[in-house]
């Protein structure tokens, strides 16, 4: 899988305290991304359990409540997003699990979305994506439009939907948008959240 950066511990990406997996890569090619360094599809390709040791050390030492999956594209990596799952859940069972994904509901119900580096037929992507939705708590689905600014909860756009696929939490959990400056040790930044007033560059 093509991993852009892990946060081990956020609280702008979904309800309680969080790691942030964001994958690199991302062709849907939206207007203004806030992203836009992780579109291309480069880097060194990282194994599932390489990421889920990593998240189980920051579990260590965060004791976070859940990973939500943003990017980047997860669902343009699918079938290692599946992966990644499965495995984090039986290492820790009790764990959340959100994604912030640029396709609709429809498209993903469909099959209507490209997956990295496979050739998969619709109805093995139609599989896939239950398999996926089944695992979630929430997600945030549809197309970033910087024409239609929203101050929604998790959604930087008014077309995007939050949709709930558990009883885990219910909408009051979703809190302001908020925005996060990360400093790693080696003083690089990663900026993550909703930034409403624009970025500070």
Same mark, same amino acid.
């Given at each position: 899988?093509?991993?852009?950066? +892990?946060?081990?511990?956020?609280?702008a990406?979904?309800?309680?305290?969080? *790691?942030?997996?964001?994958?690199?890569?991302?062709?849907?090619?939206?207007?203004?991304?806030?992203?836009?360094?992780?579109?291309?599809?480069?880097?060194?390709?990282?194994?599932?359990?390489?990421?889920?040791? *990593?998240? +189980?050390?920051?579990?260590?030492q965060h004791?976070?409540?859940?990973?939500?999956?943003?990017?980047?594209?997860?669902?343009?990596?699918?079938?290692?997003?599946?992966?990644?799952?499965?495995?984090?859940?039986?290492? +820790?069972?009790?764990?959340?699990?959100?994604?912030?994904s640029?396709?609709?509901?429809?498209?993903?119900?469909?099959?209507?979305?490209?997956?990295?580096?496979?050739?998969?037929?619709?109805?093995?992507?139609?599989?896939?994506?239950?398999? +996926?939705? *089944?695992?979630?708590?929430?997600?945030?689905?549809?197309?970033?439009?910087?024409?239609?600014?929203?101050?929604?909860?998790?959604?930087?756009?008014?077309?995007?939907?939050?949709?709930?696929?558990?009883?885990r939490?219910?909408?009051?959990?979703?809190?302001?948008q908020? *925005?996060?400056?990360?400093?790693?040790?080696?003083?690089?930044?990663?900026?993550?959240?909703?930034?409403?007033?624009?970025?500070?560059?």
């Open positions: 899988m093509l991993l852009h950066v +892990i946060l081990p511990a956020s609280r990406n979904g309800p309680g305290l969080r *790691a942030v997996v964001f994958f690199q890569g991302c062709s849907l090619g939206c207007e203004k991304c806030f992203n836009p360094h992780t579109h291309g599809f480069q880097g060194p390709e990282i194994k599932p359990v390489e990421v889920v040791d *990593a998240l +189980i050390h920051a579990h260590g004791a976070f409540d859940g990973v939500t999956f943003s990017g980047g594209e997860p669902m343009q990596q699918a079938d290692r997003l599946l992966a990644l799952v499965q495995m984090l859940r039986a290492r +820790i069972p009790g764990l959340s699990f959100g994604m912030f640029g396709y609709t509901e429809r498209e993903l119900d469909e099959g209507r979305y490209s997956v990295w580096g496979s050739k998969l037929e619709t109805p093995e992507k139609c599989s896939l994506w239950q398999a +996926i939705r *089944a695992a979630l708590d929430f997600a945030v689905l549809g197309r970033f439009n910087h024409r239609l600014p929203s101050a929604a909860p998790l959604r930087s756009s008014r077309n995007q939907v939050l949709r709930l696929f558990s009883n939490y219910t909408r009051a959990a979703f809190a302001e908020l *925005a996060e400056v990360h400093i790693n040790e080696t003083g690089t930044t990663e900026v993550t959240g909703f930034p409403i007033l624009g970025l500070p560059w």
